[in-house]
């Protein structure tokens, strides 16, 4: 008869263990009810044996464990002393970073017989079962460590809009942006309770306020391009980035929404939004060429980075592209198997949308002071800015707002009546290849001053012998005594030269102690007498 699975696995020796733990649980309740027969007088022989056959132990085992469990009053054995954890084992872990070896070899250092010791493996199976696997890796790691092995609660559904999540993620490939190869950014907003993602926006850079601001229009507007999702949201989750809380969250408080700062290390109080990343990443940035997390030849070489780089628009298009299929066509399980956009779509709630020329005010910062338009335009940061509306309004008073790092145009309003009057383009902006000879100058410059400093400090360098034994420290190489005064002189000379010294002068000495009779400067009645 071939034997089952359930048998095979009785034979198994690692399931040993569990299944003695299992018969003495039976054994003590079998026991257990025999007490309460013997207690109304009830129990016979018969019952022993049924008990001992149906465990699968001799008749006299259960007599003796009966007897036992009359005698101590329970039916549950008395455990046996056995070596635990204590917070002196808690402290040497930590002082050794969780090197379980270490501690023992430190015991049996303080123990004043070794006897007394628990042998290495003992000490391995006490700290894996006193020692949740949390606290072992913050006594390793720290607290950060420990974190991961922490449950995380999930929010209750709600409703769109209800929540949104926003984040920095940045790419991990290289692409060609104005002659550089680059890792792009990505700032996004995504909404918790449809897993849509609202609004993104890239930049070849690490991001800024800027960022977030096109981003955060990307995801209010539903047009054509930025819609069907859309509308305000009642609470944004951010963590602590100087530019997502930059502006005394201006741009967050005109839009009527609540802002939840959360606490440094803390990316599970914003998982929809780092789900997202870990999606975009696995899903998306591993296919394209030049990831920078591949997988590695050698130590320095990985699988495709010899390959051709993308540009920066064709990398912005593929991912317009992922987000777009991402919203429309992938489906969650977690969701009740939807797509985010049919998630979107099947909710009701009434999603609030501002007027399009309130994100004038609401999504650019403002200058302070009022300007005035004059026959060369609008004066802002030594630049003029024009634009053709500007007919017929010479001495007008104007407020100025903009989008920050996006000096090239400005929205204009008028200062009384706060009303639009339009946009105003920097009137003699430099050509793109001004621009570009002008950065060219910059680098090499740069280039000119690394060199002078990794000279500089290649001479500061010095090297000091090896040593086998404790004695103080030489200085290795040798250097002549014309050399060293060779190079004084040297310096002494760039000094002087520095200091605006003519060059071969020496200064006047004066030996102290000297009797010398030093001329006195003429007084102001001598010159007079003079002339």
């Known amino acids: 008869m071939p034997r089952t699975s359930t048998d095979a696995s009785s034979d198994d020796p690692e399931h040993a263990p569990r299944r003695r733990r299992e018969k003495k649980k039976l054994l003590a309740a079998a026991v257990r009810s025999l007490m309460e027969l013997r207690q109304r007088s009830d129990m016979t022989s018969a019952d022993v044996k049924t008990v001992a056959r149906t465990l699968g132990v001799h008749e006299r085992t259960v007599w003796r464990r009966l007897e036992k469990a009359q005698a101590l009053g329970t039916a549950d054995l008395p455990e046996r002393p056995r070596f635990t954890i204590t917070e002196e084992i808690r402290i040497k872990l930590a002082y050794h970073h969780g090197n379980i070896k270490a501690v023992h070899l430190e015991m049996l250092d303080e123990a004043a017989d070794a006897r007394d010791v628990p042998s290495l493996s003992t000490l391995h199976r006490t700290v894996k079962r006193d020692l949740p696997p949390g606290d072992l890796a913050g006594l390793r790691e720290g607290i950060p460590a420990s974190r991961a092995h922490d449950p995380h609660l999930r929010r209750p559904p709600t409703c769109r809009n209800e929540e949104w999540e926003g984040d920095h993620k940045q790419v991990p490939i290289l692409v060609w942006a104005d002659g550089r190869l680059v890792k792009p950014w990505v700032t996004w907003f995504c ?56 502006g005394r969250y201006r741009s967050y408080g005109l839009l009527q929404c609540q802002v939840d700062v959360l606490p440094p290390y803390t990316p599970h109080r914003k998982g929809s939004i780092e789900n997202l990343n870990r999606a975009a990443t696995s899903m998306f940035f591993s296919t394209l060429p030049r990831y920078t997390k591949a997988q590695k030849l050698d130590t ?127 009137a003699d902006e430099a050509s793109e290849d001004e621009i570009r000879a002008v950065y060219e100058a910059r680098d090499e410059r740069v280039r000119r ?83």
Not at 210 to 235: F, M
Not at 467 to 480: L, S
Request: some cysteine.
């Open 191 to 246: 909404d918790c309770h449809t897993g849509m993602t609202m609004g993104w926006a890239v930049t070849p850079h690490y991001p800024h306020r800027a960022s977030i601001l096109a981003a955060l229009r990307a995801c209010i507007l539903t047009d054509e391009v930025h819609g069907p999702a859309g509308g305000l949201p009642r609470r944004i989750r951010i963590d602590r980035g100087r530019d997502f809380l930059s």
């Open 300 to 426: 320095k070489r990985r699988v495709g980075d010899k390959d051709p780089a993308l540009s920066f628009e064709a990398f912005v298009d593929l991912f317009a592209k992922w987000v777009r299929t991402r919203n429309a066509e992938h489906r969650m399980q977690g969701y009740g198997d939807v797509t985010p956009l049919e998630s979107w779509l099947s909710d009701d709630t009434a999603a609030a949308r501002p007027p399009l020329e309130d994100l004038h005010v609401f999504l650019l910062e403002e200058e302070r002071s009022t300007r005035i338009i004059h026959g060369h335009g609008i004066r802002w940061q030594n630049r003029d800015y024009v634009g053709a509306w500007m007919t017929g309004r010479t001495g007008t008073q104007v407020r100025i707002r903009y989008q920050p790092h996006h000096p090239r145009a400005i929205e204009v309003f008028d200062a009384h009546t706060d009303q639009h009057l339009g946009t105003a383009h920097l």
């Open 449 to 531: 001053l690394r060199r002078d400093l990794a000279d500089a400090k290649r001479r500061r360098r010095r090297r000091f012998q090896a040593v086998t034994q404790a004695e103080p420290a030489r200085t290795a190489g040798t250097m002549t005594r014309a050399q060293a005064a060779a190079e004084l002189a040297s310096t002494r000379r760039s000094r002087a030269k520095d200091d605006g010294v003519p060059a071969g002068y020496m200064p006047r000495r004066v030996t102290p102690g000297a009797r010398w009779a030093m001329p006195a400067p003429a007084s102001t009645e001598e010159n007079s007498t003079a002339r």
